[in-house]
Nanobody
């Protein structure tokens, strides 16, 4: 059974930084895509960043970001460590949420930001940004 374990969440002031980690129990390159989602209280889960983790180097490291985090967040992967990271800089109070790591097996075209397109999920890590 695939396990994804997030870590690195915490409380920071606005303008600060955090780095989230997602450790997979399977080779990260064995997934097609891995992503970070977040869910704030009373809100729907939303996609934050996604990265392709398999294929040739032309395709791997292709990353997608939702508009609200572009230029502030960076998703990356370390296949040797089977870990995906989310570096979050210039954090804002509206970034406060539980952040979830997700992974997808199936290849081919799909909607990156649709949570139902990911087969595996972590338990989440809380990020709180105070003003």
């Amino acid at each position: 059974q695939v396990q994804l374990v997030e870590s690195g969440g915490g409380s920071v002031q606005a303008g600060g930084s955090l780095r989230l980690s997602c450790a997979a129990s399977r080779y990260t390159r064995s997934f097609y895509y891995m992503a970070w989602f977040r869910q704030a209280p009373g809100m729907e889960r939303e996609g934050v960043a996604a990265i392709r983790t398999t294929g040739t180097t032309f395709y791997t490291d292709s990353a997608f970001y939702t508009d609200s985090v572009k230029g502030r967040f960076t998703i990356s992967r370390d296949n040797a460590e089977n870990t995906v990271y989310l570096q979050m800089n210039s954090l804002k109070p509206e970034d406060t949420a539980i952040y979830y790591c997700a992974a997808r097996d199936s290849s081919g075209s799909f909607v990156v930001w649709l949570s139902g397109n990911y087969q595996y999920w972590g338990q989440g890590t809380q990020v709180t940004v105070s003003s």
